[in-house]
């Protein structure tokens, strides 16, 4: 019984990392260019016992774990503002901005001029491009996004956005602020002029689908209700023989 009790457990702390998961995702559905994850467990079967001596072989006991939380990274909506300075990127690629912490990655090109002439985000934060940070000379007009990230104004060229991408982006990892870091050492930004492309006066939208989430969210909510039920049962079960037992000694 103590076995039963300890696989559904597991199963309670794993469907509630998916609950978790998908609450961030809902809290997420309207950040720009915000990138849904989904939950990947796997089984994990206990080493069996043997011996000679034993009446019955032992069972097989399977246990549920966290096998990480990979990132969907599929285009969300590209929605038009008019505004010269919001950029998307289609296709495969993440803009690069500087951040206290180092450089770091983002899908949201909602970006504006600061004080200073820097390109930066709704953040502060400012966007780098191919030598360094964007800057822009008071009174620019004319400003031209092209679709390889070259960013002109009507006095001249100006630089040109970084577009990078990862071999495995999936591992990549959520720091605040809609930014992703490269934790692994061996995760090395690569140009992503070939994969990706630059849509100016655009904002991609977050690519979580609304309604696919709230079933999910009622699935899993199900499901952890049911576990709940059978460990009470279970523990219910456990407490009346143990009475019992008492109570014929």
Same mark, same amino acid.
């Given at each position: 019984m103590e076995n039963t009790l300890l696989i559904g457990l597991s199963r309670q702390v794993a469907l509630a990392r998916e609950l978790d998961v998908i609450a961030n995702n809902m809290a997420n559905v309207n950040t720009n260019g915000f990138k849904a994850r989904s939950s990947r467990f796997e089984e994990y079967l206990e080493p069996d016992a043997s011996a000679e001596t034993f009446p019955w072989p032992d069972r097989d006991l399977s246990f549920v774990i966290d096998a990480g939380s990979p990132i969907d990274l599929s *285009?969300?909506?590209?929605?038009?503002? =008019? %505004?010269?300075? #919001?950029?998307?990127?289609? !296709? $495969? !690629?993440?803009?690069?901005? $500087?951040?206290?912490? =180092? $450089?770091?990655?983002? +899908? %949201?090109?909602?970006?504006?001029? *600061?004080?200073? !002439? +820097?390109?930066? &985000?709704? *953040? !502060?934060?400012?966007?780098? @491009? #191919?030598g360094g940070a964007i800057q822009l000379e008071p009174g620019d007009t004319g400003i031209v996004i092209a679709k390889d990230? &070259?960013?002109? &104004? *009507?006095? @001249?060229? +100006? @630089? +040109?956005?970084?577009?990078?991408?990862? #071999?495995?982006?999936?591992?990549?990892?959520n720091v605040g602020a809609n930014l992703f870091a490269a934790i692994e050492p061996a995760q090395q930004p690569r140009a992503a002029e070939a994969t990706a492309s630059v849509q100016q006066g655009f904002i991609e939208r977050s690519n979580v689908r609304a309604v696919y989430e709230m079933t999910r969210l009622m699935e899993v909510s199900r499901a952890y209700t049911r576990v709940a039920s059978t460990i009470s049962s279970l523990t219910d079960l456990q407490r009346t023989a143990i009475r019992s037992l008492g109570e014929a000694a």
């Open positions: *285009d969300g909506a590209a929605e038009p503002t =008019g %505004n010269p300075l #919001d950029a998307a990127i289609r !296709g $495969e !690629g993440f803009f690069v901005v $500087e951040t206290p912490a =180092g $450089e770091r990655y983002t +899908r %949201n090109g909602a970006f504006q001029v *600061d004080p200073q !002439g +820097r390109l930066v &985000t709704s *953040d !502060g934060f400012p966007v780098m @491009g #191919d990230g &070259t960013i002109s &104004t *009507d006095a @001249g060229l +100006r @630089g +040109r956005l970084a577009l990078v991408r990862f #071999d495995q982006p999936q591992f990549l990892s």
